[in-house]
């Protein structure tokens, strides 16, 4: 009996497409995510553990590193948050066919996009503190 080639990963077989890049973005940000979560706890657990820890971490985050890494976690949240509710809408049968994949994507980008540049500039660029 002939020896049959072995098949090969289905990656092997395609051409890179847009959805190979957006499967795996949101997998990416969903390790980011998790991993700012982490970060969100010890922010929360040094206010429970009084003025002195919460100073100590205060210090920490309010380095550049930090504040870049928080810049990145907000991106990763808000592409997996978008990317999440499309996935929820393929979920209900929505939006499977090529044009609508296609279209969803592109919104997903711009709403990402959108809730990035607002928060930001919340965040980074003071709007609204207390006086």
Not at 40 to 52: D, M, Q, S
Not at 76 to 95: E, K, M, Q, T, V
């Amino acid at each position: 009996m002939p020896e049959r080639p072995r098949p090969l990963s289905p990656f092997l077989h395609y051409r890179w497409q847009y959805t190979n890049t957006l499967s795996i973005l949101h997998r990416a940000t969903g390790v980011i995510v998790s991993g700012g979560f982490l970060l969100f706890v010890y922010w929360i657990t040094a206010i429970a553990r009084g003025p002195v820890a919460y100073a100590r971490v205060a210090l920490l985050l309010s380095q550049p590193l930090f504040k870049v890494l928080l810049a990145l976690g907000l991106a990763a949240f808000a592409y997996h948050f978008c990317n999440g509710i499309r996935h929820l809408c393929w979920d209900a049968g929505f939006g499977l066919e090529r044009r609508e994949a296609r279209r969803s994507a592109w919104i997903v980008a711009v709403a990402t996009i959108l809730i990035v540049t607002s928060v930001g500039c919340v965040l980074f660029f003071g709007g609204g503190g207390a006086s």
